[in-house]
């Protein structure tokens, strides 16, 4: 059965459910849907129910809710976002769409002094790119939440970015010693962790920005003998995230 992400949590005692957006435009030009199809609705707060599709209009598609089932979580001990230096070309769109599958919550492009792609006035249009790979990932890999694909930001706000975060991790390629799996099994077990790790454009970074970086609170790694791609190196992090707390 399809499964659609609704824009607004649904009202406790709704009975009927609006989909718009590009998630109705692919509801009806592409898979085609009518009055009588059935799909699962999931909303932003995590409740999910089975509906049927009552009429198509140009406002939305109502459905008609059939049932609610429990309320869905992720069961996610530690919430990984992605700062990610923006890469040239697609490479993007693989990191998105890899690293929702593998269960990263949030993205943030920024951009540092060694990126080859510079900002410009086509942000906007390729983040709402990046959302709708995220959100068609999301889908595939069966998630009950669609991560959030950020606005892309210079460097200098990442230090307010990583305020929040209980630990903030640099993917390092000059680091020899302290190991990801280092870092994480020393992380709590007992609570759930929220997790900035951040990896750099194709160039890396320039050393004041590694030192920088540093002073906000960001504990460098190495993946071990081998310098992974930018595009690879995040959804690796995300990868022994799973593996180390039985996770994915």
């Known amino acids: 059965m399809h499964r659609f992400f609704l824009n607004a949590p649904l009202a406790e005692n ?19 849907l009518g009055p009588g199809d059935r799909a699962v609705l999931t909303d932003p707060a995590g409740t ?20 609610r089932m429990p309320p869905e ?22 990191i998105v769409q890899k690293g929702t599958e593998l269960g990263i919550s949030a993205f943030v492009p920024f951009y ?36 959030e694909v950020s606005e892309f930001v210079p460097f200098a706000a990442l230090e307010e970015a990583f305020r929040p975060f209980d630990a903030v991790l640099l993917a390092y390629e000059n680091e020899n010693n ?8 020393e992380m709590p077990r007992d609570r759930d962790l929220s997790v900035a790790v951040i990896v750099g454009p194709e160039g890396g970074f320039e050393d004041a920005e590694t030192v920088r ?13 081998r310098i992974l791609r930018t595009e690879t190196a995040g959804i690796a992090a995300r990868a022994q995230s799973n593996y180390e707390f039985d996770e994915g």
Request: hydrophobic letters at 35%.
């Open 14 to 32: 709704a009975n009927e459910a609006l989909l718009s957006g590009e998630e109705q435009h692919h509801l009806v030009s592409v898979l085609r």
């Open 48 to 67: 999910v129910c089975e509906a049927e599709i009552v009429e198509n209009t140009d406002e939305g598609t109502l459905f008609r809710i059939i049932e």
């Open 73 to 94: 979580t992720e069961n996610t001990r530690v919430r990984i976002t992605l700062f990610q230096g923006v890469p040239k070309g697609s490479k993007s769109d693989l």
């Open 112 to 147: 540092s002094k060694r990126s080859v792609v510079r900002p410009s006035g086509s942000d906007s249009k390729k983040r709402q790119r990046l959302q709708r790979i995220a959100r068609e990932a999301a889908k595939q890999s069966g998630r009950v939440f669609v991560p």
């Open 178 to 185: 302290i190991r990801l799996k280092d870092l994480l099994q």
């Open 213 to 225: 970086l540093a002073l906000w609170g960001a504990k460098l790694f190495t993946f071990g003998r």
